[in-house]
């Protein structure tokens, strides 16, 4: 099976450790939901694997290169969507789509037509030539959110993607997802929304304090924590194995 | 228990005060000893010069006639213009930032009250400006012979109510006519042009040719001396409470104290209004695409789109354009003067207005490159992406210098019609003027946010002062050069060079720099 990441001995001290020696495999193909409590050390994990925190130690490899030897090649095959979504207030979302395809080079001609089809298909059509500034935090999401599937990428990696949608705006998003998990891509996810995780991941890992107690597909889960297959649901196996853990500070 | 009760004036005020401490510390967070140290410097320098001040003024009494009344006139009337534009554009950015407004007009507390509270809090920020300038300069004569001299920080407060109370009826009055989209960005237009407002019109004889240089104050000496200067009664009030005569202290004060209280009050409730008002109003772009907007093909690749993204940003900024523009405003006298000049072929009197011409693209150039390079909102996106840092870093510099070379375009073909090796001369000043402050932005950049431009808030000390010396010495080089003596502007060019070579950082050190901010 191709491993979309490969993530092998990742250590990061802030004042204090965030990551310590973490291991983490996501298959390509699948959709990979990394779960822990505040301050676990998600964010900071992601960030590492997007290329925008320095690992102190530890080996990246996104579908077999060395993201921290040739960190373009990596980013160019990569998209990270964080929390806050990282528009421009003044741009319109198709001048916004503009630029990121510029920054990622996406050839014009295609870049238009993909933006075009996924202010469509996100429901932001009709906005698509109204500045953001007025927008909700939902709607920044969503131009976040094509902002990041602009350049089609092989690996996406969202931190807290349906944070601020309305329901309507967060079935989209996961069918959105949904479907490029069964078209072959591969997306790691962030969620405290545990019934996401449960409904829509392959594989789920929990981490806190910086170290990754659990991996594996939610019966394995409920056998690591101890609990009969099928028997209890993600929120008890989270909850169960993060017992004691969840007062961290550093995300 | 409290000593003053929550919901009360006074206690809304300890909130807003309390928040703006805040805001003024974190601002000068990361600047450590040397922000302290320069503000020591100037604050010692201005002392200095009070010092000197009272005691050539010891024995002085200022007379009270038609010169000094209407000089003090004057100078109140530049203070009060000053103050209204900053009160102008505080008055409507206050309208537009959601901030904690929406909870206050939440809560049981009257929105007039806020609104008195807010406004109470700017014509404060503005007091403090002046007075943090005139205390130091005027407290050694007021302790020292003149103890009525601080009448001066009574005008100064009165001029801050009135201003606020002038500022706020401007805003709400653009509010009324113009409605909220475009509200925001034509007053802060108007707070340039009234900014500019006094230079422009010490400078009416210049623009209009009568005369090549007349300063107000000689023109009022001359009035004088003719015997043509009458001021009315009125005009005196400024001088006799800068003095302290308490009846024209009191009357000046309580007369602003009213307008103040008068603009606040009865607002309140329009106000609470037209903030609520505003929410989701200020993007003015109709989704409806015009045909070759919709026609027109994407750019290509990193250094295309990022040009295009900074010269979106640079057009769409209210305040930046409010800023750039009271510069250029700066810059018309001297164009008017360079033409005519110009017209009359008058070579090395050519050269001031062509060192003016450089300077200010240096210092228009210094501003954009900062907002371009390190006033980015969204630095996690250029992080994440492939691009080249380079390729980025090129296109954010190139994008601020356009707007430069279009507002130059004017001054240096007049010159260039009339005398074209000035003309050549002040274009090769002004782009190496521009694009050593680019530089200077690149070496030295220090992240901040856009809405911090107009103080330069996020600005490092450093490059702020650099940019300014070599602009200063690529000046005189254009001035020396247009002069004709080209080998005398060898010198200042290589001080120039000299200062840039010892400014220069290295990729690693820029990345060094601000992975440690």
Redesign the interface.
């Known amino acids: 099976m191709t491993e979309a990441l490969i993530v092998r001995g990742l250590d990061k001290t802030f004042t204090k450790p965030a990551v310590m020696d973490l291991d983490l495999t996501v298959h390509a193909g699948e959709l990979y939901a990394l779960l822990g409590p505040n301050g676990a050390g998600k964010t900071t994990t992601l960030r590492m694997v997007a290329g925008l925190t320095k690992p102190d130690k530890g080996e990246i490899s996104i579908f077999g290169i060395d993201a921290r030897a040739e960190p373009a090649a990596a980013k160019a095959i990569t998209a990270w969507a964080p929390d806050e979504a990282m528009v421009y207030d003044r741009l319109t979302p198709l001048e916004y789509l503009e630029f990121v395809a510029g920054l990622w080079n996406v050839e014009p001609k295609t870049a238009k037509a993909r933006a075009e089809d996924l202010l469509s298909k996100l429901s932001l059509a009709a906005e698509a030539r109204t500045r953001c500034e007025d927008f909700s935090r939902g709607m920044k999401q969503k131009v976040a959110l094509a902002g990041a599937l602009i350049h089609d990428p092989r690996l996406l990696i969202l931190d807290e993607p349906l944070t601020g949608l309305d329901a309507a705006a967060a079935r989209l998003v996961k069918d959105m997802l949904q479907e490029r998990v069964d078209a072959g891509g591969t997306v790691i996810l962030t969620t405290h929304i545990l019934e996401v995780a449960e409904r829509m991941a392959d594989r789920i890992g929990i981490i806190a304090g910086g170290r990754l107690l659990a991996e594996g597909t939610l019966d394995a889960l409920r056998s690591q924590a101890g609990e009969g297959k099928g028997g209890s649901t993600l929120e008890d196996v989270f909850l169960q194995l993060t017992a004691g853990d969840a007062n961290g500070t550093t995300a | 228990m409290t000593l003053i009760a929550p919901g009360s004036i006074l206690w809304l005020l300890g909130h807003e005060m309390r928040l703006y401490w805040r805001n003024f510390r974190a601002g000068r967070a990361g600047r450590g000893a040397r922000g302290l140290i320069s503000l020591i410097v100037v604050g010692v320098m201005l002392f200095g010069g009070g010092v000197l001040a009272a005691l050539g003024l010891h024995e002085v009494e200022v007379p009270i006639h038609p010169i000094s009344i209407s000089v003090a006139a004057l100078a109140a009337a530049v203070v009060f213009t000053l103050m209204l534009s900053q009160t102008l554009s505080a008055s409507s950015e206050a309208l537009y930032e959601r901030g904690d407004l929406d909870l206050l007009f939440a809560s049981p507390i009257g929105p007039a009250k806020v609104l008195f509270v807010r406004s109470l809090g700017v014509a404060g920020g503005v007091v403090t400006i002046f007075a943090l300038i005139v205390t130091p300069l005027l407290l050694p004569s007021v302790i020292w012979g003149h103890p009525g001299w601080a009448g001066v920080f009574g005008v100064l407060g009165g001029l801050a109510l009135s201003s606020t109370a002038v500022g706020l009826l401007l805003a709400m009055a653009l509010f009324a006519l113009i409605g909220p989209r475009r509200t925001r960005t034509v007053a802060q237009v108007m707070a340039a042009l009234v900014g500019a407002a006094f230079f422009l019109v010490s400078q009416t004889r210049t623009i209009l040719g009568e005369q090549k240089s007349s300063s107000l104050f000689a023109e009022i000496t001359r009035q004088a001396q003719e015997g043509r200067l009458h001021p009315s009664p009125i005009m005196s009030l400024p001088l006799r409470a800068m003095l302290g005569e308490p009846l024209p202290l009191l009357t000046l004060l309580a007369g602003s104290a009213g307008l103040f209280a008068l603009a606040a009050l009865a607002l309140g409730r329009r106000f609470s209004d037209a903030a609520a008002a505003t929410?989701?109003?200020?993007?003015a772009?109709?989704?409806?695409?015009t045909r070759s907007?919709a026609r027109r093909?994407?750019?290509?690749?990193?250094f295309?789109?990022?040009v295009?993204?900074e010269l979106?940003?640079i057009r769409?900024?209210a305040a930046l354009l409010s800023q750039v523009l009271l510069r250029v405003l700066y810059l018309i006298p001297t164009a008017l003067l360079l033409s005519r000049n110009a017209a009359e072929g008058a070579g090395p009197a050519l050269a001031g207005g062509a060192g003016v011409v450089a300077f200010l693209a240096g210092q228009v150039a210094g501003s954009l490159a900062w907002i371009t390079l390190s006033a980015e909102?969204?630095p996690?996106?250029?992080?994440?992406?492939?691009?080249?840092i380079r390729t980025l870093r090129r296109a954010k510099l190139a994008a601020a210098l356009i707007p430069v070379a279009l507002f130059l375009v004017a001054p240096i073909a007049v010159l260039t019609w009339f005398l074209p090796s000035a003309g050549a001369w002040t274009a090769l000043g002004a782009a190496l003027a521009a694009w050593s402050s680019g530089l200077i932005n690149i070496w030295h950049q220090r992240p901040g946010k856009r809405a911090d431009f107009k103080r330069r808030g996020g600005a490092s000390w450093m490059a702020t002062i650099a940019e300014m010396l070599v602009s200063a010495l690529l000046a005189g080089a254009t001035g020396l050069a247009v002069a004709g003596l080209w080998p005398w502007a060898l010198v200042p060019l290589g001080l120039a060079g000299a200062t840039l070579l010892s400014l220069r950082r290295g990729d690693a050190q820029i990345a060094r720099n601000l992975r440690t901010r």
Request: net charge positive.
């Open positions: 929410q989701g109003k200020t993007a772009r109709p989704a409806k695409a907007e093909a994407f750019s290509a690749g990193p295309l789109a990022t295009r993204k979106l940003l769409r900024d909102d969204a996690d996106l250029l992080a994440v992406s492939p691009a080249r």
